[in-house]
């Protein structure tokens, strides 16, 4: 018995060392030396030393197998592609690409998923990917970039179905600081007035605003209304929050206040 156990357990070390999909989970979570990376890397028969990206596909569901199947279909190992999985939520698609600036190619790839899933599965998924690497050990690298992506993205870029890491902008600032310092700035700039009770009309009417460069004939067309009602909303929201957005001071601060709100709400929802 002690001799079968001692057989199975070797037989189960052999597979590993010579299994793809274990090679690349290890990898993406750190769990490789260099040197174990390079020799198992070869034994494999896997490039070294290629441009590759890491997308991060999250699906509605856990577990979605049918979505898991069909980028597995997309992306075969014979294109160098991998595609595996080291949690319930999301699925990761190691793309190997043509050049280390082929950020055009990897923004495609993953609208190529989005589309596909949402029109073949009737799925509604979100990708994200990392910067583009092209050793085989900075995979990790890229994977991690990838799931902070996902994660600023739920929070402060939640109409996009794709988010780079490498277009994160300030949100991936915010995502960075500590929650003391974000509550901090939120009482100083409002005191006890917090920005997180704005109605619809109102943060539709700021966020048009600012996506108009602070133009009030421009913004008041696309709103359908008044140059006067536009004006009148302004002031209104001027006396609530103290700030008014038609001075670029104002209006920058009025956005980070309402991303730094958005990033402490999500934390309120996570578990600890």
């Given at each position: 018995k002690i001799a079968v156990s001692q057989l199975q357990n070797l037989i189960i070390a052999y597979k590993e060392r010579f299994d793809k999909n274990n090679f690349f989970q290890n990898l993406i979570l750190d769990n490789l030396?260099?040197?174990d990376i390079y020799n198992r890397a070869k034994k494999l028969r896997i490039d070294i030393q290629v441009p590759r990206v890491v997308c991060l596909v999250e699906t509605k569901y856990d577990k979605?197998?049918?979505?898991?199947?069909?980028?597995?279909?997309?992306?075969?190992?014979?294109?160098?592609d991998f595609v595996t999985a080291v949690d319930e939520k999301n699925i990761i698609i190691i793309k190997q690409?043509?050049?280390?600036?082929?950020?055009?190619?990897?923004?495609?790839?993953?609208?190529?998923?989005?589309?596909?899933?949402?029109?073949?599965?009737?799925?509604?998924?979100?990708?994200?990917?990392?910067?583009?690497?092209?050793?085989?050990?900075?995979?990790?690298?890229?994977?991690?970039?990838?799931?902070?992506?996902?994660?600023?993205?739920?929070?402060?870029?939640?109409?996009?179905?794709?988010?780079?890491?490498?277009?994160?902008?300030?949100?991936?600032?915010?995502?960075?600081?500590?929650v003391n310092l974000c509550?901090?700035?939120?009482?100083?700039?409002?005191?006890?007035?917090?920005?997180?009770?704005?109605?619809?009309?109102?943060?539709?009417?700021?966020n048009t605003f600012m996506e108009n460069n602070l133009n009030v004939s421009e913004t008041a067309r696309k709103l359908f209304v008044h140059?006067?009602?536009?004006?009148?909303?302004?002031?209104?929201?001027?006396?609530?929050?103290?700030?008014?957005?038609?001075?670029?001071?104002?209006?920058?601060?009025?956005?980070i206040a309402l991303m730094v709100v958005n990033y402490l709400r999500y934390l309120d929802t996570q578990e600890y």
């Amino acid at each position: 018995k002690i001799a079968v156990s001692q057989l199975q357990n070797l037989i189960i070390a052999y597979k590993e060392r010579f299994d793809k999909n274990n090679f690349f989970q290890n990898l993406i979570l750190d769990n490789l030396l260099l040197v174990d990376i390079y020799n198992r890397a070869k034994k494999l028969r896997i490039d070294i030393q290629v441009p590759r990206v890491v997308c991060l596909v999250e699906t509605k569901y856990d577990k979605d197998n049918g979505a898991l199947e069909m980028l597995k279909s997309l992306f075969s190992p014979q294109s160098g592609d991998f595609v595996t999985a080291v949690d319930e939520k999301n699925i990761i698609i190691i793309k190997q690409l043509e050049t280390l600036e082929s950020h055009e190619q990897a923004e495609e790839v993953c609208h190529t998923i989005v589309d596909m899933i949402n029109s073949e599965a009737m799925i509604k998924v979100k990708v994200a990917y990392g910067n583009i690497v092209e050793e085989l050990k900075d995979v990790s690298k890229s994977y991690k970039e990838a799931k902070m992506a996902l994660d600023v993205g739920k929070i402060f870029y939640a109409d996009k179905d794709v988010v780079s890491y490498g277009t994160l902008g300030i949100g991936r600032l915010i995502y960075q600081l500590p929650v003391n310092l974000c509550q901090m700035f939120i009482e100083e700039i409002f005191g006890q007035q917090m920005p997180d009770n704005l109605d619809e009309e109102t943060l539709t009417t700021v966020n048009t605003f600012m996506e108009n460069n602070l133009n009030v004939s421009e913004t008041a067309r696309k709103l359908f209304v008044h140059r006067n009602t536009l004006l009148y909303r302004l002031e209104k929201l001027q006396k609530s929050t103290g700030l008014d957005i038609r001075v670029f001071d104002d209006a920058l601060t009025l956005k980070i206040a309402l991303m730094v709100v958005n990033y402490l709400r999500y934390l309120d929802t996570q578990e600890y």
